[in-house]
């Protein structure tokens, strides 16, 4: 079985989304090859394409980018860079394709990231119904703390961020996966903030500190039952990639290597 042919059985998996122009694109070296083993993470960092290396994998299947941007099919404005020529070269050389499924994953029905990092934090019970792509989760209620240590356990987490009185009690949890400016203004989202006004915790992929955040902290100044649980969005989001062992075995045969890499968490701490 050719990498090609696994991509297309994956894009064939997925809903139709049309012919409007999407981020999830192969690159590397030549996906017209036999694949020899497959390794899924988040996303195809350094550590990972080694990975694969060792275990003798030459595709790579991930959910976010390769090069630093939403498309790695546009990367003119890295060449000479000496980080993206090496870790090119890095693929090519070995033989080795990535595949990016980000906007036919997020498309699948049910999402195929949020469902499955609600599956990893057992919450699926707990989701409102009728809610778009980010999910609104109703709880039984609890501390903030105690969910933070939840969270933190759920994503195989040694440390993580949060926002908020540990003692407050919460129940409603929403989740946004950008706080960020937008291509229009330097200002985050202002309906984002005033949309998290009905929950008791947000869990945000990423955060700009003077937007949402800084409302949090307030709240929870003000003695209000409001707190944020920060893992990370690669952190929360590997979950939907963890659980894609699952589906892509029948795409791919029994026979074929399918090894689940975590990235781990981006950052160290002192």
Same mark, same amino acid.
């Given at each position: 079985?050719?990498?090609?042919?696994? $991509?297309? !059985?994956?894009?064939?998996?997925?809903?139709?989304? !049309?012919?409007? %122009?999407?981020?999830?694109? /192969?690159?590397?070296?030549?996906?017209?090859?036999?694949?020899?083993?497959?390794? *899924?993470?988040?996303?195809?960092?350094?550590?990972?394409?080694?990975? /694969?290396?060792? $275990? &003798?994998?030459?595709?790579?299947? *991930?959910?976010?980018?390769?090069? #630093?941007?939403?498309?790695?099919?546009?990367?003119?404005?890295?060449?000479?860079?000496?980080?993206?020529?090496? =870790?090119?070269?890095? @693929? =090519?050389?070995?033989?080795?394709? *990535?595949?990016?499924?980000?906007? +036919?994953? +997020?498309?699948?029905?049910?999402?195929?990231?949020? +469902?499955?990092?609600? =599956?990893?934090?057992?919450?699926?019970?707990?989701?409102?119904?009728?809610?778009?792509?980010?999910?609104?989760?109703? @709880?039984?209620?609890?501390?903030?703390?105690?969910?933070?240590? +939840?969270?933190?356990?759920?994503?195989?987490?040694?440390?993580?961020?949060?926002? &908020?009185?540990?003692?407050?009690?919460?129940?409603?949890?929403?989740?946004?996966?950008?706080?960020?400016?937008?291509?229009?203004?330097?200002?985050?989202?202002?309906?984002?903030?005033?949309?998290?006004?009905?929950?008791?915790?947000?869990?945000?992929?990423? $955060? *700009?500190?003077?937007?949402?955040?800084? #409302?949090? %902290?307030?709240?929870?100044?003000?003695?209000?039952?409001? !707190?944020?649980?920060?893992?990370?969005?690669?952190?929360?989001?590997?979950?939907?990639? %963890?659980?894609?062992?699952?589906?892509?075995?029948?795409?791919?045969?029994?026979?074929?290597?399918?090894?689940?890499?975590?990235? !781990?968490?981006?950052?160290?701490?002192?």
């Amino acid at each position: 079985m050719t990498i090609q042919s696994i $991509i297309d !059985g994956i894009l064939a998996y997925h809903p139709d989304i !049309g012919d409007r %122009r999407t981020c999830d694109v /192969a690159i590397g070296a030549d996906p017209n090859v036999e694949c020899t083993g497959i390794l *899924v993470s988040i996303a195809p960092t350094v550590e990972i394409i080694r990975k /694969a290396i060792e $275990i &003798g994998a030459n595709f790579i299947f *991930v959910h976010e980018p390769t090069f #630093y941007s939403g498309y790695d099919d546009e990367c003119e404005w890295l060449e000479g860079n000496d980080v993206y020529e090496e =870790k090119l070269a890095l @693929l =090519k050389d070995n033989g080795i394709v *990535v595949f990016r499924d980000h906007d +036919h994953i +997020h498309a699948h029905k049910p999402d195929g990231i949020f +469902h499955y990092m609600l =599956k990893q934090l057992g919450w699926l019970e707990y989701v409102v119904p009728g809610q778009g792509r980010a999910p609104e989760i109703k @709880l039984p209620e609890t501390t903030l703390g105690e969910l933070v240590k +939840h969270v933190k356990e759920a994503m195989g987490l040694d440390t993580i961020r949060y926002i &908020g009185n540990p003692d407050a009690k919460v129940s409603t949890v929403g989740f946004c996966g950008h706080l960020l400016p937008n291509e229009n203004t330097n200002w985050s989202n202002n309906a984002q903030v005033a949309a998290s006004w009905k929950y008791d915790v947000v869990i945000p992929g990423e $955060i *700009v500190e003077w937007t949402l955040p800084l #409302y949090v %902290r307030d709240a929870a100044m003000l003695g209000k039952a409001k !707190g944020m649980i920060i893992p990370g969005h690669f952190i929360q989001e590997e979950a939907g990639m %963890r659980w894609a062992v699952e589906w892509l075995r029948p795409i791919v045969g029994d026979d074929l290597p399918i090894t689940f890499v975590s990235a !781990g968490d981006m950052f160290s701490y002192m």
